[in-house]
């Protein structure tokens, strides 16, 4: 056997063949869509909590919901703590470059172009950073305050997620640097 076993496996449809050149603004796009991220999740907190209280008001189904237990008391507390997500930029923003970082950072230089992998994996990243750490506070209140705190935790992590992966692949723009010819001569 003369060949290499990566050479002789195919590359999945979404993405070009890799090459060697070095790939350009990855630093750049994974510290944007990190400040990006710590920015939206903290927007969709209040804009989610904001709505969820106007409909409960508006049904007459209660107050500000300090100390409520239940799905929707860890639903409640899972759009606080998002809330209050840009007090902690200390920590969230590096945590969020590592996630991008070693995912979809990753990405150009294996070749891969499309941006439904960057926008995937964003969204799973999103989802497991915000709804773990919204699902650890939700345990304080019992396992239906939990999953409440997980399942609305990961939808705001899952949409900032997404939306920080189109930023990275935006700025980025894999295809046309994998693709286009480097003319320079210095």
Same mark, same amino acid.
């Given at each position: 056997?003369?060949?290499?076993?990566?050479?002789?496996?195919?590359?999945?449809?979404?993405?070009?063949?890799?090459?060697?050149?070095?790939?350009?603004?990855?630093?750049?796009?994974?510290?944007?869509?990190?400040? /990006?991220?710590?920015?939206?999740? @903290?927007?969709? =907190?209040?804009?989610?909590? #904001?709505?969820?209280?106007? %409909?409960? !008001?508006? *049904?007459?189904?209660?107050?500000?919901?300090?100390?409520?237990?239940?799905?929707?008391?860890?639903?409640?507390?899972?759009?606080?703590?998002?809330?209050?997500?840009?007090?902690?930029?200390?920590?969230?923003?590096?945590?969020?470059?590592?996630?991008?970082?070693?995912?979809?950072?990753?990405?150009?230089?294996?070749?891969?172009?499309?941006?439904?992998?960057?926008?995937?994996?964003?969204?799973?990243?999103? /989802?497991?950073?915000?709804?773990? @750490?919204?699902? =650890?506070?939700?345990?304080? #209140?019992?396992?239906?305050? %939990?999953? !409440?705190? *997980?399942?609305?935790?990961?939808?705001?992590?899952?949409?900032?997620?997404?939306?920080?992966?189109?930023?990275?692949?935006?700025?980025?723009?894999?295809?046309?640097?994998?693709?286009?010819?480097?003319?320079?001569?210095?």
């Amino acid at each position: 056997m003369t060949g290499s076993a990566e050479s002789e496996t195919p590359l999945p449809a979404y993405a070009t063949t890799p090459r060697p050149k070095r790939v350009k603004r990855i630093r750049l796009s994974i510290l944007a869509a990190s400040v /990006a991220a710590c920015f939206s999740v @903290t927007l969709m =907190g209040l804009v989610f909590g #904001g709505l969820m209280q106007l %409909a409960f !008001g508006i *049904l007459g189904l209660g107050g500000l919901g300090i100390g409520e237990t239940g799905f929707i008391g860890g639903a409640r507390m899972a759009m606080s703590l998002a809330s209050f997500n840009f007090i902690l930029f200390f920590i969230t923003v590096p945590a969020a470059a590592m996630a991008l970082g070693l995912s979809v950072g990753r990405f150009p230089q294996r070749g891969i172009t499309a941006l439904a992998p960057y926008m995937r994996w964003g969204t799973i990243w999103g /989802a497991v950073l915000v709804g773990a @750490t919204t699902f =650890g506070f939700g345990l304080f #209140g019992g396992a239906a305050a %939990a999953a !409440g705190a *997980l399942v609305t935790g990961a939808v705001i992590g899952g949409l900032a997620g997404a939306f920080c992966g189109f930023l990275v692949h935006r700025i980025i723009a894999p295809a046309k640097q994998l693709t286009e010819m480097d003319v320079s001569i210095f």
